[in-house]
Nanobody
Framework: QVQLVESGGGLVQAGGSLRLSCAAS????????MGWFRQAPGMEREFVAA????????YYTDSVKGRFIISRDNAKNTVYLQMNSLKPEDTAVYYC??????????????????????WGQGTQVTVSS
């Protein structure tokens, strides 16, 4: 059973930046696509970004394109989410997740919550106006 631990959340002013990290346990990290999701109060959990196991393909929800960058370091078993030009509407708990499928090459359309089977505990990101 993989364990995912997020870090890097906090309080930032609008226009600022944060870098989230997700450290994974186990020796199979490099074989799985990874994703970031977020959940605001009273809202459903939504997809933010994903990266395939090779790191060659990345996916973003439209609202973060051009502002957020997902990356991974397989040697460190870590996936990152660099968040720039933050807006108050980015305020949410951010979750790291591991894909259910081994060696996923691509997603048909936008990655979905159901594509991921292991989740971290979340880290709070608050953007003040």
């Amino acid at each position: 059973q993989v364990q995912l631990v997020e870090s890097g959340g906090g309080l930032v002013q609008a226009g600022g930046s944060l870098r989230l990290s997700c450290a994974a346990s186990g020796r199979t990290f490099s074989n799985y696509a990874m994703g970031w999701f977020r959940q605001a109060p009273g809202m459903e959990r939504e997809f933010v970004a994903a990266i395939t196991w090779t790191g060659n393909s990345t996916y973003y929800t439209d609202s973060v394109k051009g502002r957020f960058i997902i990356s991974r370091d397989n040697a460190k078993n870590t996936v990152y989410l660099q968040m720039n030009s933050l807006k108050p509407e980015d305020t949410a708990v951010y979750y790291c997740a591991r894909d259910k499928a081994l060696l996923r090459q691509y997603y048909r359309g936008s990655p979905r919550t159901g594509d991921f089977g292991s989740w971290g505990q979340g880290t709070q990101v608050t953007v003040s106006s």
